[in-house]
């Protein structure tokens, strides 16, 4: 064996190692990207919970805000909105991960109906038109704006 052949067989190795070296990155920043995805979910997912814990606080008089906010008390008004607010960042969380292209359409868009089935309600399109637009990054407050008026 010459040194030419030599040289040619090196190069060859070298090609097939880059190309399992592309291969395994490849692989790797797939299984960190689902990791990422997941880990997004599941931290939404607590945000959530604590909205929903939140909300708890808010069950005795909570049918009565979905209908009639103006009929609450000052109290019931701040308990209600720091309960709605706890929730709604979640929500602007979601969007921004969605934004990032972190979440996929299919699940922002099953959440987001919430957004919009809850605001159809009297009392909670009070809320957000009074308090809830003015807590809000502006983007997030457009999107929202958008799905009221589909």
Excluded: C
């Amino acid at each position: 064996m010459n040194w030419e052949a030599l040289g040619a067989a090196a190069e060859l190795v070298a090609a097939i190692g880059g190309v399992a070296a592309v291969v395994y990155l490849a692989v790797q920043i797939r299984i960190n990207t689902k990791a990422v995805r997941s880990a997004t979910i599941d931290s939404w997912v607590t945000a959530v919970s604590l909205g929903n814990e939140a909300m708890a606080t808010t069950d005795e008089f909570i049918s009565i805000a979905i209908e009639d906010y103006d009929s609450l008390d000052d109290q019931q008004r701040r308990l209600l909105n720091r309960a709605l607010a706890q929730m709604y960042n979640a929500l602007e969380a979601l969007f921004f991960h969605h934004s990032n292209g972190v979440v996929d359409d299919q699940f922002f868009e099953a959440k987001m109906l919430t957004v919009r089935h809850s605001l159809q309600k009297p009392g909670m399109l009070a809320w957000w038109s009074s308090r809830g637009k003015s807590l809000f990054d502006p983007r997030f407050v457009g999107y929202v704006d958008s799905l009221l008026s589909k």
